[in-house]
């Protein structure tokens, strides 16, 4: 090695913040804040970790219970079990694509996987937005739903088909720019969209008279809003981050703290749903102790084995000694 370079290496490595303005001192932020965080993070990592396990337990649940009883096979229900089989598979991705890296020795950059999982979340909120959707446009229009309900089925099949050639064409074409870039930007924007009509029919509802029916199921709405809001401080988190200075060093490291936190919110509504269908419902509350093998006794009159059609075709007969029999038509 030439002496010059020698001699060159050495006054690049004695530079001071003086003779380069623009470098930043972080001199002030010892090694130990460093230590401390990492442990922290390592820490968090182990708990979500554990937290995931009790949303996978809880979501298969879910499905099981709504899969299981008749009763439970009702329009705002075949929402939420396709939102549960969509965090199932949320979760399922990056397993399978590790599998067929180690079968196939597939040799990628990462950009199929994280395409796809944006993908698999956005449909999810999608499909949490129509639960909402749909619930209060059937309450505010309740004579429509006899006539729109066979069409049903075609509502979710065009939105899985909008999606599918979403991510079959950003699969084929997609580059660096699109997966980083791109795709968190369409994603923002989709979800804020859904925030803003949220809210909207969250103050159309306060302001609407409900059947019967509609307050049956007003639990719709409520897990609409558990799913959607859920995300609104990660992404608000995030957004904070990415317009922080790190020369900040010090609020930079208390975000590093604070993130946590949004990001357990988001990861375990799935628990909170569960929690609420069995509060807010009686025949959810009914099947969770079924499934218990616990008394549902307080419940007699009603048969979760029964569904929704086959009570349509009974008339109630009510006597004056309180006995209430069902006939069929």
Request: proline share 3%; glycine share 2%.
């Amino acid at each position: 090695m030439d002496v010059t370079e020698v001699t060159t290496e050495q006054e690049l490595y004695n530079i001071t913040l003086e003779d380069d303005p623009f470098g930043e001192d972080f001199s002030h932020v010892t090694e130990n804040m460093w230590h401390a965080l990492h442990s922290f993070i390592e820490i968090s990592i182990v708990l979500r970790l554990i937290l995931s396990l009790f949303v996978v337990a809880a979501t298969i649940f879910l499905t099981v219970v709504i899969l299981r009883f008749k009763r439970l096979k009702i329009r705002p229900n075949v929402y939420i079990l396709n939102m549960a089989l969509l965090h199932l598979t949320f979760y399922l991705i990056p397993l399978i694509y590790i599998l067929l890296h180690f079968i196939f020795y597939l040799n990628s950059n990462g950009i199929p996987l994280f395409h796809t999982m944006v993908t698999a979340i956005t449909l999810y909120i999608t499909i949490a937005f129509m639960l909402g959707v749909d619930w209060l446009f059937f309450a505010w229009k309740p004579n429509l739903e006899c006539y729109c309900i066979k069409y049903f089925k075609y509502v979710l099949l065009g939105i899985y088909s909008v999606f599918i050639l979403e991510w079959t064409a950003g699969l084929c074409y997609g580059n660096i720019e699109h997966v980083t870039v791109i795709r968190p930007l369409f994603f923002t924007i989709v979800y804020l969209i859904y925030v803003v009509v949220l809210i909207v029919l969250n103050i159309l509802k306060r302001r609407m008279s409900l059947n019967a029916s509609s307050k049956r199921t007003e639990y719709a709405l409520t897990i609409s809003n558990i799913t959607i809001f859920s995300f609104l401080p990660l992404l608000i988190f995030h957004a904070v981050m990415a317009t922080t200075a790190i020369d900040n060093i010090h609020f930079y490291l208390f975000l590093c703290y604070l993130e946590p936190f949004p990001s357990v919110i988001a990861l375990g509504h799935p628990i909170y749903i569960v929690y609420r269908l069995g509060k807010d419902d009686k025949y959810f509350k009914m099947a969770y102790s079924k499934s218990f093998k616990r008394s549902v006794r307080n419940y007699n009159d009603d048969n979760l084995d029964e569904s929704i059609d086959d009570d349509s075709s009974k008339v109630q007969v009510n006597f004056s000694n309180g006995t209430r029999i069902d006939i069929n038509k």
